[in-house]
């Protein structure tokens, strides 16, 4: 069976699924492009800072904030063919006059560029064919279409994606286990980081794709789905909270991509299973999620609250409007179902065995969930130590 039979059979996906409208978030009853109203909003924060709430000081919050730099420019430059996700380059490399774009066999074109990303900020890459199943109808309240054009372009109305550019580079970029556990605080300062490292790394990537003579369109979250495509380019499977988890990281990374017409060797199949069976009988984010945004129960094929929400793939669907509500409470992105899921740790070899285990003696799952709740792993860390400790950095 080939990856495309494989995935569309393990997530119960139709070859004809419909694509996404990415514009608006019915669930959340916003705007994706951020002209709806804000959790992190200037009220909130002087309240809770006043408060003297552990984790919401003046300096974790500027903290917080500053690490979303390179991602949230705040003067609207947020979103598609923004930023360094612009579509047709910065201007930073060129294929000089006479010369022919980059020729090597697809597996050198990995080769390279799975180092050249891994050095601009990725931990992980890896190379899938366009499935236009999950590349959003709008996105930016624009259309997102394909035609038969040499260059993506990017009108008032519409982005325009060449036929041509039929594969996608999947990219990981590292969130801290440290800043992490210090979720629902201001101190998870890693989304925010790891949102900057997405823009830094894939528009970094893609004007080195630009400077061999071919085609990139990075995105973020905008354009299209992210954690699909991941699966197809065989990082990992879809847990039970609705994110990305990698054999490796855990869902301790964010994910940025890039479409491009460059020759590359896509994934011949996805990530070892075992990752959906162990979510199945564990349910560690479903307890401790505060507002019960994350289901209990097997996966299903629609969002039992909101039916017409890109259903149609077998998955567990979370309710993003409660989340977000929580959110507004909370006043951050919250992130507490990562900061205690049993695929986030450090890296370390006992775990790696854990691991091996999950992927190879599935008995065994009902043990590991419970000795990791006996063992005290995914408790919030006390947030008036966070700056007496010395920053650690892991080597990947
Ligand atoms: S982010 Fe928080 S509120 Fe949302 S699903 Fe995770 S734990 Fe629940
Ligand atoms: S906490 Fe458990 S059920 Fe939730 S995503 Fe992690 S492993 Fe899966």
Redesign the pocket.
Same mark, same amino acid.
């Given at each position: 069976m080939g990856i495309d039979e494989d995935f569309n059979e393990y997530y119960g996906i139709s070859p004809d699924h419909p694509r996404y409208d990415g514009n608006f978030d019915e669930a959340r009853g916003i705007s994706r492009d951020r002209t709806g109203p804000r959790y992190n909003n200037p009220e909130g924060m002087a309240k809770r800072i006043k408060a003297g709430l552990p984790g919401y000081s003046l300096v974790d919050y500027a903290f917080k904030d500053a690490a979303g730099t390179v991602e949230y420019p705040h003067d609207g430059t947020y979103g598609l063919n923004q930023g360094y996700y612009r579509w047709t380059g910065l201007g930073q490399t060129k294929l000089p006059p006479g010369i022919e774009p980059w020729d090597a066999p697809p597996e050198e074109v990995n080769k390279v560029i799975t180092k050249a990303a891994k050095y601009f900020g990725a931990v992980d890459v890896g190379f899938c064919k366009m499935d236009k199943r999950f590349v959003y109808t709008r996105s930016s309240n624009k259309d997102i279409v394909f035609e038969d054009v040499d260059k993506p372009y990017v009108t008032d109305e519409k982005a325009v994606i060449p036929e041509k550019c039929g594969n996608v580079i999947v990219i990981l970029v590292p969130m801290e286990f440290t800043e992490n556990s210090y979720a *629902?605080t201001p101190l998870e300062v890693t989304s925010n980081m790891g949102y900057a490292r997405m823009h830094f790394t894939a528009g970094t990537l893609a004007e080195m794709i630009r400077g061999l003579g071919y085609n990139a369109i990075p995105m973020g979250n905008d354009t299209a789905f992210s954690v699909p495509l991941a699966i197809k380019a065989g990082l990992g499977h879809l847990s039970r909270?609705g994110r990305l988890i990698n054999w490796k990281y855990g869902q301790l990374t964010r994910i940025a991509k890039i479409f491009t017409d460059m020759p590359v060797k896509p994934a011949e199949k996805m990530a070892p299973k075992g990752i959906i069976e162990y979510c199945e009988i564990c349910t560690r984010?479903a307890d401790? !999620? *505060? @507002?019960k @945004?994350?289901p209990y129960g097997p996966r299903t094929t629609s969002n039992p609250k909101y039916p017409n929400l890109n259903p149609g793939a077998l998955k567990w669907y979370?309710d993003e409007g @409660? !989340?977000s509500e929580?959110?507004k409470e909370v006043g951050t992105? !919250? @992130?507490? !179902?990562?900061r205690c899921c049993d695929f986030v740790k450090p890296q370390g070899i006992e775990h790696d065995l854990v691991k091996w285990f999950i992927r190879n003696v599935p008995q065994f799952n009902r043990f590991w969930a419970w000795s990791d709740r006996k063992l005290g792993y995914g408790k919030m860390q006390d947030p008036r130590e966070y700056w007496d400790i010395p920053i650690e950095r892991h080597r990947n």
């Amino acid at each position: 069976m080939g990856i495309d039979e494989d995935f569309n059979e393990y997530y119960g996906i139709s070859p004809d699924h419909p694509r996404y409208d990415g514009n608006f978030d019915e669930a959340r009853g916003i705007s994706r492009d951020r002209t709806g109203p804000r959790y992190n909003n200037p009220e909130g924060m002087a309240k809770r800072i006043k408060a003297g709430l552990p984790g919401y000081s003046l300096v974790d919050y500027a903290f917080k904030d500053a690490a979303g730099t390179v991602e949230y420019p705040h003067d609207g430059t947020y979103g598609l063919n923004q930023g360094y996700y612009r579509w047709t380059g910065l201007g930073q490399t060129k294929l000089p006059p006479g010369i022919e774009p980059w020729d090597a066999p697809p597996e050198e074109v990995n080769k390279v560029i799975t180092k050249a990303a891994k050095y601009f900020g990725a931990v992980d890459v890896g190379f899938c064919k366009m499935d236009k199943r999950f590349v959003y109808t709008r996105s930016s309240n624009k259309d997102i279409v394909f035609e038969d054009v040499d260059k993506p372009y990017v009108t008032d109305e519409k982005a325009v994606i060449p036929e041509k550019c039929g594969n996608v580079i999947v990219i990981l970029v590292p969130m801290e286990f440290t800043e992490n556990s210090y979720a *629902p605080t201001p101190l998870e300062v890693t989304s925010n980081m790891g949102y900057a490292r997405m823009h830094f790394t894939a528009g970094t990537l893609a004007e080195m794709i630009r400077g061999l003579g071919y085609n990139a369109i990075p995105m973020g979250n905008d354009t299209a789905f992210s954690v699909p495509l991941a699966i197809k380019a065989g990082l990992g499977h879809l847990s039970r909270n609705g994110r990305l988890i990698n054999w490796k990281y855990g869902q301790l990374t964010r994910i940025a991509k890039i479409f491009t017409d460059m020759p590359v060797k896509p994934a011949e199949k996805m990530a070892p299973k075992g990752i959906i069976e162990y979510c199945e009988i564990c349910t560690r984010c479903a307890d401790e !999620c *505060p @507002s019960k @945004s994350v289901p209990y129960g097997p996966r299903t094929t629609s969002n039992p609250k909101y039916p017409n929400l890109n259903p149609g793939a077998l998955k567990w669907y979370n309710d993003e409007g @409660s !989340c977000s509500e929580y959110w507004k409470e909370v006043g951050t992105g !919250c @992130s507490i !179902c990562l900061r205690c899921c049993d695929f986030v740790k450090p890296q370390g070899i006992e775990h790696d065995l854990v691991k091996w285990f999950i992927r190879n003696v599935p008995q065994f799952n009902r043990f590991w969930a419970w000795s990791d709740r006996k063992l005290g792993y995914g408790k919030m860390q006390d947030p008036r130590e966070y700056w007496d400790i010395p920053i650690e950095r892991h080597r990947n």
